[in-house]
């Protein structure tokens, strides 16, 4: 027989506890059972004689460094095992085993609730990416603002209204292939792209000055 393996382990109400098989139809190992409602581990062959046949079952696993076959419980067996148990403990393990492997079906995970210490450190942790965030934001908008004061000065020229301001001649470049590279520039460096109204093309792109030197420096 195929060696069970363990698909879910975690430390409930202070013990160990494993989920084997799959979370369809789990297995849980009898010893451990009978360690989560104080039951004497030398006598769980007496715990499992409480159970019908096929809520129980033996399979090998991997324990106490061999592989040995073992006595498991399925999900209906334990229910039973735990309903039978005067146990007070047996109750709360009843309720919580359920609600695990409930979330577990629902969502593929189980998350435990956080105690106390861990909700005050996520509350923490959230103010903290708050703060990022905000102080990302307030640089972004700074950007911004800087850039669109930069559109409405006098450092912002169209392609030709360059040329002119730098006695470039017209023959010597091709406006529409400046502006395409200035668009680019400008892109990359994050800066913004002005208008200006013309009365042929309704609005003509500007750019900063520093971009249009860089542009026809590199032509000439």
Do not use: H
């Not at 009365?199 to 000439?220: C, M, V």
């Amino acid at each position: 027989m195929r060696e069970l393996m363990v698909i879910d382990e975690r430390v409930v109400f202070e013990k160990n506890f494993r989920v084997y098989g799959d979370f369809e139809n789990p297995l849980f190992l009898a010893r451990d059972v009978a360690e989560w409602i104080e039951y004497d581990k030398e006598k769980v062959g007496q715990m499992l004689n409480t159970i019908d046949n096929d809520e129980k079952m033996t399979s090998p696993i991997y324990y106490s460094g061999q592989v040995r076959n073992m006595w498991f419980v399925t999900e209906d067996g334990l229910y039973e095992v735990l309903m039978q148990s005067r146990k007070p403990i047996a109750k709360q393990w009843k309720k919580k085993v359920k609600e695990i492997l409930k979330e577990i079906r629902k969502t593929g995970t189980y998350t435990r609730p956080l105690t106390p210490a861990e909700q005050l450190l996520a509350q923490a942790q959230l103010m903290v990416d708050m703060e990022n965030r905000l102080n990302i934001l307030e640089k972004n908008n700074a950007r911004l603002e800087n850039n669109l004061r930069r559109t409405i000065t006098s450092d912002y020229f169209t392609v030709i209204g360059y040329a002119n301001f730098r006695g470039i001649n017209a023959d010597t470049y091709n406006s529409s292939v400046i502006g395409r590279k200035a668009s680019k520039l400008c892109k990359d460096c994050g800066l913004a792209i002005g208008k200006v109204i013309d009365s042929k093309y309704g609005t003509i792109n500007t750019y900063p000055l520093d971009i249009l030197d860089e542009i026809f420096a590199l032509i000439n």
